[in-house]
């Protein structure tokens, strides 16, 4: 597995990166990434920290230590050592960095276990699982078509998805673009596959691929959006920015000019029935939303923590209303870890003695995510209100003597001085109201997939797996016990003729 060493030194192999029109020369110390990649060194490093190691690490059925998310998980106790590992690295960053390594395991996890699934390329999916579970490399993934004209079929869009362009002995050539690559600046791989069907017919099957490329290889190129963490270090300090200047995980599009994909790290070519049926039958939705909801569990329990420590800052935590408000987002924590206990400790069999997060579980998350953010930062912006506008601009604020005896006796708090509790505010501003808490509200709003999707597949999960027809023949067992006529199961007693004649 990468040191952090190495995995920062890994980043530096020629990668095309466009910022703010500049081709990025070195991720690693370009203001833009440079805090974020030592925020996932960091993880990398906690793999080999002896206080960590055990939480983190277990050997793989090939004798290889690894994450404890990225092997094959045979039983609900592998599932809720994977949920503390994943948990674990996502406090090193408050759970505010989604797409970390471990992400991908949502995938690569299943791949050794239901490599059967990749016809006429089985070997290939059993060799990466392999190479990930050993290495450990960084794997971002794009799934979805850019945003360009969605009201036409996809073959009227065919020059803008990514779909194969040549076929050579050694592999094929692929052309297109795919968003978004989250973190995909400080990554070693994209994953490239499809969310939903083709919308083509047997005659086209072009854009019917998965497959891994690496982010330097020719062709590749990467449009990030703006850095959050470069606004922080060009505004203020960590003081100012104590979130954005470290954990901005840089969003992209990825573009694939004419790049080479070899063999060996192809998953699907050409293949409608795979490509189409890849995200409801690898696995992956129930592992990513495994994943998603142990890192929004540990997101809230700082969140949790902020806003009580907001609250008791500024008098407020004792009143009732407040109180209440306080309640609800613990409440809201508190599900979000039951419904990650839930996912392992009820999972679903798959192939090869593999189990599967809840199903049922997993779909509850993706629908409840999205509103109970939003609902936990309107609780923020009601309950700590207008002292986030009361702010000073900076840090540099305190350094001048001319205004420093104002900011001690007018922004100091209830047992907490000034620079202390702006110090605290501050952090909750970079939660909510800023760049960086505005993309995380997007980001948090938008994680499991489209608003109606994630309600939709919710019931699709309910009808295919046999429960909806449980919950309507519960109903039927209630109906079935009257008609017309009065009942028809006799442990209820029928009016006697002389209470109906005396109804009547």
Request: with cysteine; glycine share 8%; hydrophobic share 40%.
């Amino acid at each position: 597995m990468y040191t952090g060493k190495e995995y920062l030194e890994s980043l530096n192999d020629g990668r095309v990166v466009y910022l703010n029109g500049e081709k990025i020369k070195d991720v690693t110390t370009h203001p833009a990434y440079r805090n974020s990649a030592r925020s996932y060194a960091r993880m990398y490093d906690a793999l080999h920290d002896p206080a960590t190691r055990d939480i983190l690490t277990t050997t793989t059925e090939f004798g290889d230590r690894t994450h404890k998310f990225f092997k094959t998980p045979t039983s609900s106790q592998d599932l809720l050592e994977a949920r503390d590992a994943i948990a674990e690295w996502a406090k090193l960053s408050y759970g505010f960095m989604g797409r970390t390594p471990d992400y991908k395991a949502s995938f690569i996890g299943n791949l050794n276990a239901l490599g059967d699934y990749y016809v006429g390329f089985e070997d290939n999916a059993k060799a990466w699982y392999k190479k990930a579970t050993k290495e450990l490399p960084f794997i971002n993934h794009t799934i979805i078509n850019p945003q360009v004209d969605r009201s036409k079929p996809l073959h009227e869009n065919k020059d803008v998805f990514v779909r194969a362009v040549a076929e050579k002995d050694d592999g094929i050539i692929v052309s297109g673009a795919k968003m978004v690559g989250t973190a995909a600046a400080l990554t070693h791989y994209n994953f490239v596959a499809n969310y939903g069907p083709m919308g083509l017919g047997e005659d086209d099957n072009s854009h019917a691929l998965i497959f891994f490329v690496p982010m330097n290889a020719p062709g590749v190129k990467m449009i990030s959006r703006q850095s959050y963490e470069l606004i922080a270090a060009t505004n203020g300090t960590p003081f100012d920015y104590p979130l954005s200047s470290r954990f901005d995980e840089n969003d992209a599009v990825i573009v694939l000019d004419n790049v080479f994909i070899p063999w060996e790290d192809v998953l699907c070519y050409r293949n409608n029935e795979i490509a189409n049926n890849f995200v409801p039958q690898s696995g992956f939705v129930n592992r990513f939303t495994f994943h998603g909801c142990t890192r929004l569990a540990v997101k809230l329990d700082f969140m949790t923590g902020l806003l009580l420590k907001a609250t008791e800052a500024a008098g407020t935590k004792n009143f009732r209303g407040v109180q209440a408000q306080i309640g609800e987002v613990v409440a809201l924590r508190n599900m979000f870890w039951g419904l990650s206990t839930s996912m392992a400790a009820a999972p679903e069999k798959g192939p090869n003695g593999l189990v599967i997060p809840n199903g049922a579980s997993s779909a509850a998350y993706r629908a409840l995510a999205p509103s109970s953010w939003v609902r936990v930062k309107n609780i923020f912006e009601q309950v700590v209100a207008g002292g986030l506008i009361q702010l000073p601009s900076s840090a540099k604020d305190f350094l001048n003597p001319e205004i420093k005896t104002y900011l001690d006796r007018y922004y100091r708090g209830t047992g907490i001085d000034s620079e202390d509790r702006v110090k605290l505010l501050k952090m909750v501003w970079d939660t909510i109201g800023t760049e960086f808490g505005g993309r995380h509200e997007l980001y948090e709003v938008n994680y499991a997939g489209n608003h109606e999707n994630i309600r939709m597949e919710a019931l699709f999960h309910f009808e295919a797996t046999g429960l909806a027809d449980q919950q309507k023949a519960f109903v039927d067992s209630a109906l079935n016990d009257y008609d017309l006529n009065g009942w028809t199961n006799k442990t209820w007693a029928e009016a006697s003729e002389k209470e109906t004649v005396a109804k009547s």
